[in-house]
């Protein structure tokens, strides 16, 4: 990093959008962050699996949850269900669905590089 930098999702350096989702990615330091908005109904398997063409998420995700509630399905069976305020950890293998009527925000350090791009 060559110094102080600041940057803002309204002005994002990417925009990719699939059915029911919404990312916004921007370049930090050399760091990709994205933003990604998923309305009720989302849910990876149906929306981004057609694209990546993986059986399940493939991506890491380092994540702070800003609204509504994530259900995950890792493939080894463990679920978690990740609400406004959490931080989560997500390793590749993962299935990824909203719960309720509210969209899920969440704010992405790690794993929005390659997310919903063909393999």
Same mark, same amino acid.
């Given at each position: 990093?060559?110094?102080?930098?600041?940057?803002?999702?309204?002005?994002?350096?990417?925009? $990719?959008?699939?059915?029911?989702?919404?990312?916004?990615?921007?370049?930090?330091? %050399?760091?990709?962050? %994205? $933003? +990604?908005?998923?309305?009720?109904?989302? $849910?990876? =398997?149906?929306?981004?699996?057609?694209?990546?063409?993986?059986? =399940? !998420?493939?991506?890491?995700?380092?994540?702070?949850?800003? =609204?509504? *509630?994530?259900? *995950?399905?890792?493939? @080894?069976?463990?679920?978690?269900? !990740? $609400?406004? %305020? @959490?931080? =989560?950890?997500?390793?590749?293998?993962? @299935? +990824?669905?909203?719960?309720?009527?509210?969209?899920?925000? *969440? *704010? @992405?350090?790690?794993?929005?590089?390659?997310?919903?791009?063909? %393999?």
């Amino acid at each position: 990093m060559t110094g102080a930098e600041r940057r803002a999702f309204t002005q994002p350096d990417q925009v $990719r959008e699939f059915p029911l989702a919404r990312l916004e990615t921007v370049n930090l330091g %050399g760091l990709i962050v %994205g $933003r +990604a908005t998923l309305q009720p109904g989302w $849910r990876w =398997s149906t929306s981004i699996q057609p694209v990546a063409q993986t059986a =399940s !998420c493939q991506s890491a995700h380092l994540q702070y949850h800003v =609204s509504g *509630v994530l259900k *995950v399905l890792m493939d @080894d069976g463990t679920e978690l269900e !990740c $609400r406004a %305020g @959490d931080v =989560s950890s997500l390793p590749p293998g993962h @299935d +990824a669905w909203v719960v309720g009527d509210e969209p899920v925000v *969440v *704010v @992405d350090f790690q794993g929005m590089v390659n997310w919903a791009q063909a %393999g």
